[in-house]
C-alpha cells in the first residue's frame, strides 16, 4: 500500500510538471528574447560559474527580487538551486533546467540544506537568494552562511544594476524585470571565505556587496 502512494504521488507529479513544460518553455523563449537585448557588463566576470577555476566552486547570493535576471547568466551544468512546490515555483524550476541549472525542491529547510551541501560536496555551484523563500527583503537568512562555513566554499555576491525594469510591487519582494533594450551591470564580488570565527564579519561584507534590493 505505502509502495502503491509513493508511485502513485510521483505519477500526479510527472504529470503535472508534464503540462507546465509549455509554458515554461514559452517563457524560456521569452527570457531568452528580452536577455538578447539588454546591453551590459559584467565586473570580475571570471568569476562565473561557467569561468570558475577548474576544480572548485562557490556559493552565488543574491536578493530574491533579482530572481528574474539570474537563470540567463548563471547556466552552468555545475550550477544548483532551490525552488518551491507551488505551481509558479514549478514553472520557474523548469525554466531553470532549461538553463541548465539542477533544481532542489524545497520540502523542508534541513532536507534542502542538506541536499544542497551534499553538491557543493560533489562540486557543483550553488545559487541561493539570501532573504528567500519567503523574505523579509533584505534580511541574510541562514543558509548561505551556514552552507560557506560547512563545506569551506565561498560566497560570491551577485548585486544586478538595470537601468529600466519594472517591480511587482504586490509581491512579497517587488520582483524586479528588465525592460527590453535596458543597460544593466553586473557586479560580481570577491570570494567571501566563512569559518565559526567570521561569520559576523562575512555577514558585514555581504550587505556591502548587495546595496541594490
Known amino acids: 500500500m505505502v509502495l502503491y502512494r509513493r508511485l502513485k504521488s510521483q505519477l500526479r507529479e510527472a504529470l503535472w510538471k508534464s503540462g507546465l513544460f509549455l509554458p515554461a518553455f514559452l517563457l524560456w523563449l521569452l527570457y531568452r528574447v528580452v536577455a538578447a537585448t539588454i546591453r551590459g557588463r559584467v565586473i570580475n ?16 547570493v543574491f536578493w530574491h527580487s533579482k530572481t528574474f535576471m539570474v537563470p540567463p ?15 509558479q515555483n514549478r514553472i520557474f524550476d ?5 538553463y541548465r541549472i539542477r533544481t532542489i525542491p524545497v520540502r523542508s529547510a534541513a532536507a534542502s540544506a542538506l541536499a544542497l551541501e551534499h553538491l557543493l560536496r560533489q562540486g557543483y555551484h ?9 523574505g523579509p527583503v533584505g534580511m541574510i537568512r541562514p543558509g548561505a552562511l ?10 560570491i555576491c551577485v548585486n544586478i544594476r538595470i537601468d529600466r525594469s519594472i517591480r511587482l510591487r504586490r509581491r ?12 544593466g551591470i553586473g557586479t560580481l564580488s570577491l570570494p567571501i571565505a566563512v569559518n565559526k570565527h567570521n561569520v559576523e564579519e562575512a555577514r558585514r561584507k555581504i550587505l556591502e556587496a548587495l546595496p541594490d534590493l
Open 172 to 183: 512579497w519582494d517587488k520582483l524586479e524585470i528588465p525592460l527590453p533594450f535596458s543597460r
Open 126 to 134: 550553488v545559487g541561493l537568494a539570501l532573504d528567500g523563500p519567503r
Open 45 to 60: 566576470d571570471h568569476l562565473l560559474p561557467g569561468r570558475f577555476p577548474s576544480g572548485q566552486n562557490a556559493i552565488y
Open 73 to 87: 547568466y548563471a547556466g552552468s551544468r555545475r550550477m544548483a538551486a532551490f525552488t518551491l512546490l507551488n505551481w
Open 146 to 155: 551556514y552552507l560557506a562555513r560547512k563545506t569551506g566554499c565561498p560566497i
Open 94 to 98: 523548469q525554466i531553470c533546467r532549461l
